[in-house]
């Protein structure tokens, strides 16, 4: 019979000498952090990794399972114990590849933001911005900024405003 402090629930993977009930705990905890990671990816950037058949399933499983709360902390905790059997690393560097290409677009999209409101506020960043991405439509971009400035005057719903966004983007976007 088990004593109170036995807690392997039928596997072996703490029976390693020397790790404390402390070290096994947080090595459980980050597979378990690991597991809500993926599963709080898009199903499209999941695809992207490389997972075997039954971590695959048991991701597409947590979808289902998100509205039910407690179903999905269990769920979470069982994506823990198959991450136990897996190499590791490779999934980590695919999630932190991932991420930096998500922090990459963010910055990208800032900039194109950053770049409309200058556009919009300070009539020589046209100039500039025309130097830095010399494949713009001039005409049309200077169409799209004094609307914009119309529409920001008189307080209208921001179509130009938009449509500069729309405009600008793919010049800085490829760059």
Same mark, same amino acid.
């Given at each position: 019979?088990? #004593?109170?402090?036995d807690?392997?629930?039928?596997?072996?993977? #703490?029976?390693?000498?020397?790790?404390?009930?402390?070290?096994?705990?947080?090595e459980?905890?980050a597979?378990?952090?690991?597991g809500?990671?993926?599963v709080?990816?898009?199903?499209?950037?999941?695809?992207?990794?490389?997972?075997?058949?039954?971590?695959?399933?048991?991701?597409?499983?947590?979808?289902?399972l998100?509205?039910?709360?407690?179903?999905? !902390?269990?769920?979470?905790?069982?994506?823990?114990?198959?991450?136990?059997? !897996?190499?590791?690393?490779?999934?980590? !560097?695919?999630?932190?590849?991932?991420?930096?290409?998500?922090?990459?677009?963010? !910055?990208?999209?800032?900039?194109?933001?950053?770049?409309?409101?200058?556009?919009?506020?300070?009539?020589?960043?046209?100039?500039?911005?025309?130097?830095?991405?010399?494949?713009?439509d001039?005409?049309?971009?200077?169409?799209?900024?004094?609307?914009?400035?119309?529409e920001?005057e008189?307080?209208?719903?921001?179509?130009?405003?938009?449509?500069?966004?729309?405009l600008?983007?793919?010049?800085i976007l490829?760059?």
């Open positions: 019979m088990a #004593d109170m402090t807690f392997t629930h039928g596997d072996d993977w #703490d029976v390693e000498h020397g790790k404390s009930k402390t070290q096994v705990k947080k459980m905890t597979l378990q952090k690991l809500e990671d993926l709080s990816l898009s199903p499209a950037a999941r695809a992207k990794l490389d997972l075997d058949d039954e971590l695959k399933d048991a991701l597409a499983l947590a979808d289902k998100s509205k039910k709360h407690e179903a999905l !902390r269990r769920h979470i905790q069982f994506i823990g114990r198959l991450m136990r059997t !897996r190499d590791l690393e490779p999934i980590e !560097r695919a999630l932190a590849v991932l991420r930096n290409t998500n922090q990459a677009a963010t !910055r990208k999209f800032h900039l194109v933001e950053t770049w409309r409101d200058k556009l919009i506020a300070n009539p020589d960043a046209l100039t500039e911005f025309v130097a830095a991405f010399p494949d713009v001039v005409q049309q971009l200077r169409a799209l900024i004094r609307n914009a400035q119309r920001q008189k307080n209208l719903p921001p179509k130009a405003f938009r449509e500069l966004f729309q600008i983007k793919p010049a490829e760059d």
